[in-house]
């Protein structure tokens, strides 16, 4: 957080010191062919309109894993990331193992993400055993894509050695796929995503279903997932729903945030949250219910007093 705090030094300068104090925040998002960018550049956005003596931007960077290490150090304020990442570096378990992250809260859930499976419709690829022996994206390296790719794998019995992975971001996933360097690909990301639209439109793509079993097995490994179904009609050339699995996307910052920053970002988040919408459709799904439901570590306590007054009762996991 960029904020001048010295109002003696102000008066030194002959500058007023509210001019000096506006609070300037980095938001950290994900790669541009996903939803975070966008999302990330909408609440920047109203961060601007609405909240006095603040302002925002989003910034791109390599997704959750990466923005739960800026936000814990400081390099960035606010970021966006998958429960299931958050949950790691909060507890300090799974790759957080030997760095927890415990200085990291929540200022809530904002949409859940659908773990995608894409090809080509003529790559004979129809299931997750089919990705054996294929090349395939994982996902940009830490990012919340490759965590959830290799948890639903290795749940089901598949590890990296059973293929050959490339750790691409969404726009490269989506040209090497267009390109045939890849036989498949994953995303992590609320549905539909512009890098996947795209693709469609150039390619006959088909989206890879998981099955009642693999579903189950995953979330037994991650308790984060929630079960989801791709409607029919979501791409260009999808004509049935496909079932796979999904994991919040969570609004985070540090515990040394202002608390009234931290409450005035979350009002402004649910307040305007229609001028969100009218950027991306994720944001439908950005609501108090479905974040106090869906967050998985505790909030901020800013945040946790704007959801009391909103009249929301604030679960005992949640509160700070």
């Known amino acids: 957080m960029r904020i001048v705090r010295n109002l003696f030094a102000a008066a030194l300068i002959g500058v007023s010191a509210p001019a000096l104090a506006e609070t300037q925040l980095s938001i950290a998002t994900g790669g541009t062919g996903g939803v975070y960018y966008p999302?990330?550049?909408?609440?920047?956005?109203?961060?601007?309109?609405?909240?006095?003596?603040?302002?925002?931007?989003?910034?791109?960077?390599?997704?959750?894993?990466?923005?739960?290490?800026?936000?814990?150090?400081?390099?960035?304020?606010?970021?966006?990331?998958?429960?299931?990442?958050?949950?790691?570096?909060?507890?300090?378990?799974?790759?957080?193992?030997?760095?927890?992250?415990?200085?990291?809260?929540?200022?809530?859930?904002?949409?859940?993400?659908?773990?995608?499976?894409?090809?080509?419709?003529?790559?004979?690829?129809?299931?997750?055993?089919?990705?054996k022996g294929k090349r395939v994206s994982v996902g940009a390296p830490g990012s919340g894509t490759e965590v959830s790719a290799k948890t639903i794998l290795e749940a089901n019995g598949i590890t990296y050695d059973d293929f050959e992975p490339q750790r691409l971001n969404f726009n490269e996933t989506a040209d090497a796929l267009r390109d045939g360097d890849i036989d498949a690909?994953?995303?992590?990301?609320?549905?539909?995503?512009?890098?996947?639209?795209?693709?469609?439109?150039?390619?006959?793509?088909?989206?890879?279903?998981?099955?009642?079993?693999?579903?189950?097995?995953?979330?037994?490994?991650?308790?984060?997932?929630?079960?989801?179904?791709?409607?029919?009609?979501?791409?260009?050339?999808?004509?049935?729903?496909?079932?796979?699995?999904s994991t919040p996307n969570v609004l985070i910052a540090n515990s040394a945030m202002d608390d009234d920053l931290a409450y005035n970002v979350t009002r402004v988040l649910f307040e305007h949250v229609d001028e969100l919408r009218a950027i991306h459709p994720a944001a439908n799904d950005t609501t108090i219910a479905f974040s106090l439901g869906a967050t998985p570590i505790p909030l901020h306590p800013g945040a946790a007093r704007y959801y009391e007054e909103a009249g929301a009762e604030v679960p005992d996991r949640l509160k700070p």
């Open 39 to 131: 999302y990330g550049g909408g609440l920047a956005e109203l961060i601007n309109k609405y909240v006095d003596g603040a302002s925002a931007v989003a910034e791109v960077t390599g997704a959750s894993v990466e923005n739960m290490g800026l936000v814990s150090r400081q390099d960035s304020d606010i970021a966006l990331a998958l429960a299931d990442t958050v949950y790691a570096g909060h507890t300090g378990t799974g790759r957080f193992e030997d760095r927890k992250l415990d200085n990291v809260v929540a200022l809530g859930s904002i949409y859940p993400n659908a773990v995608q499976i894409v090809t080509l419709a003529d790559s004979g690829v129809t299931s997750l055993a089919d990705l």
């Open 185 to 245: 690909g994953f995303w992590s990301v609320g549905p539909p995503t512009s890098s996947i639209i795209n693709l469609a439109t150039n390619r006959d793509i088909a989206l890879v279903a998981l099955s009642e079993t693999e579903i189950e097995k995953a979330r037994a490994a991650e308790p984060t997932f929630a079960a989801y179904t791709l409607r029919a009609g979501i791409y260009e050339g999808i004509a049935e729903p496909v079932p796979t699995i």
